[in-house]
């Protein structure tokens, strides 16, 4: 079974630019996230997905970052402007569903460096 | 205070020794309780995941949940140089609320 797919891997962009990542979940996995995780932090959530509806965006910076899953399958993160403490490992992960007792599995990352 | 608190380490032991990892959360509604394992560079991997008080066994690996305190642990028995990694306590609580996380404890088995 396929895991959690993500690109690019690795980024390094100017603060002020725009950066986008992609997310393609596990086949038929219906709740999809964002982490953001700092170098010497655990992750944090930004946003959660059940299909394609927002269940919490509430640590996701509004005015910066932005997310979408239209048809309730694959998303993408969107930064603009990028600032420097935006430097961290964006992850993806999904699970079966969004009670309490699903796995969540996660993706490779992708490193994003803001310089 | 943190929502889920662990020591950041990094706990030394040497080979063969149990790694004793510590995780504690604030929200008394917390239901279920995950250690995830995180080497350099990688992504999180899910060791093991524990929802009732007690012991919860996994090979070399077990989960201890108190909820009337609040604390979860994971013993890593016979630890080998392979264990050395990050780890990271993760709670969910009742509801669609997402794993939260914890700063994660680096552990180093010395061969």
């Known amino acids: 079974e396929a895991g959690v797919a993500q690109s690019p891997r690795y980024k390094i962009i100017e603060k002020r630019q725009s950066v986008a990542f992609w997310c393609n979940p596990i086949?038929?996995?219906?709740?999809l996230y964002w982490y953001q995780q700092i170098l010497g932090q655990g992750p944090k959530l930004l946003i959660q997905f059940q299909n394609n509806g927002v269940v919490d965006d509430s640590q996701l910076p509004k005015d910066r970052f932005s997310a979408e899953r239209l048809k309730g399958v694959d998303s993408t993160l969107k930064i603009q402007p990028a600032k420097l403490e935006d430097s961290a490992v964006y992850l993806c992960?999904?699970?079966?569903?969004?009670?309490?007792?699903?796995?969540?599995?996660f993706g490779e990352g992708s490193w994003l460096t803001v310089v | 205070q943190k929502e889920v608190e662990q020591n950041s380490g990094p706990l030394s032991v040497p080979e063969g020794a149990i790694a004793s990892l510590n995780c504690t959360y604030s929200?008394?509604?917390?239901?279920?309780f995950f250690w995830y394992r995180q080497y350099s560079g990688k992504s999180p991997e899910l060791i093991m995941s524990i929802y009732s008080n007690g012991d919860k066994e996994d090979g070399r690996f077990t989960a201890q949940l108190n909820k009337a305190s609040q604390y979860v642990s994971l013993l890593i028995r016979d630890s080998q140089p392979s264990d050395s990694a990050t780890y990271l306590c993760?709670?969910?609580?009742?509801?669609?609320?997402?794993?939260?996380f914890g700063s994660g404890t680096r552990l180093q088995v010395q061969p």
């Open positions: 929200d008394r509604g917390s239901q279920s």
């Open positions: 992960a999904s699970s079966l569903g969004s009670s309490s007792g699903n796995t969540i599995y």
């Open positions: 086949s038929g996995h219906a709740t």
């Open positions: 993760a709670v969910n609580g009742p509801g669609r609320r997402a794993l939260t």
